[in-house]
């Protein structure tokens, strides 16, 4: 297994970063830190350490001044569950998951997973079984297919499941082929502008102005991560879309909530006018979904010279499933970690990872590649564009190897993590929290405004 050290060390000058930043993180903590056969404490560990640097390198180019960063491990595992922890008014949050999402045996032996938490999603999925809306009427009519035959059915019909896969099937298949290309992330110019100046401001992203269009939680934990080093960011969310509730709150944090429908010539307008003020976009919509807009990455670099534009996505930019929808859940069970995770286990049919560690570690590595982004920007002038996938953050856990008896450690429950936990009113009542898990000693982390619903905000610049 490699150590969290080496994989942020990699991680680190793989973005063309000073070695000498690493002289000033403390990492402390080892696995296992959650039931698991992977490394995702480390994972954690090392995806929020590279944000926390690159916060503080910004801060370092603004005023000169270093500062000390830490990372613990523990706390970074249990951000990765940041939405089964969360309580509201002292209280249950709202059920994240949708009653028939799930794993199901198939006809042929083989499991599929479904994820059917936006309404459309469900309602699809139940069309094409013809069944009633209950999981005893799913599992009886999922033995009817074959599970590759239903995961090719739902991607036609725009839905998303996948069927289970080993390691082997998935690095045989042309998806994870175009996986193992890539590398974990990219950064790369798309265009010429003037170098642009840090704004006046007491925290590493304070003014730089953030536009969020991003939903469930890898895109939000990224924009989450800005705000709490300072960033002005502006949820934009489109009133026709679904939404899952707790997701909302936990993420919300930090973030102005405006809604527009960008198939509405008045409200594309209004966003447009809100990309020439923006430094940052990140989006979460499949490759192609912003574009058809008129707001993909060229199209916003030619609208505001010198943005950084993010891009996550399900499955890449590449290969013969970049257009396809998806969830971490569902990049888990089709990329081999469900599989391996049971016969760890010594149990038949797919065993999720102990957390949405895909989502949350690619959350954080996206705030990573936005303010590398930055300083690139700001050294070098230039537009620019990141990119990233949850399965790519799969590939590259993957590469972390394997623990030995990481199954056997302890699942924390609320009470075991109190002490990673903080208070905070909210627009849905007195919130109990997952507390940003890195410190920097000049800069601490921390988010000025509470959660609200969506669109409580006006679509303008503050």
Known sequence: MTGPRAVLEKIWSGLGHDRAALDRIDLTGSEPVLP??????????????????????IWQARTGKTQRVGVDMRRAAVAARSERYLTVDGGAAPELWDKIAGTYQCGDGRYVRLHTNFPHHRDGVLKLLGCAYDKAAVAAALKGWNAFDFEDAAAAAKLVVTAMR???EWDAHPQGQAIAR?????????????ARVWPQGDRPLAGIKVLDLTRIIAGPVGTLTLAAHGADVMLVTSPNLPSVAPLIIDTGRGKLSAQLDLTNAKDR??????LREADVVVQGYRPGGLAALGFGPEDAARINPGIVYVSLCAYSHEGPWAGRRGFDSLVQTASGFNAAEAQAAGIDGPKPLPAQVLDHASGYLLAYGAMTALLRQRRDGGSWHVRASLAQTGYWLRSLGRIDNGLVCPDPTRDDV?????????????LSVVRHPATLSETPPRWARPSVPLGTHPPRWP
């Open 182 to 194: 890539l590398p974990l992330m990219s950064v790369d110019r798309i265009g010429e502008a003037p």
């Open 269 to 274: 307008a209004i966003f447009e006018s809100l």
């Open 418 to 430: 109190r002490d990673c936990l903080e208070e905070t009113d909210s627009g849905f009542g007195a």
């Open 36 to 57: 698991s056969s992977f490394a995702v404490g480390t994972a954690m560990q090392a995806s929020v350490a590279a944000s926390a640097l690159a916060a503080a390198a």
């Open 166 to 168: 080993t390691f082997d």
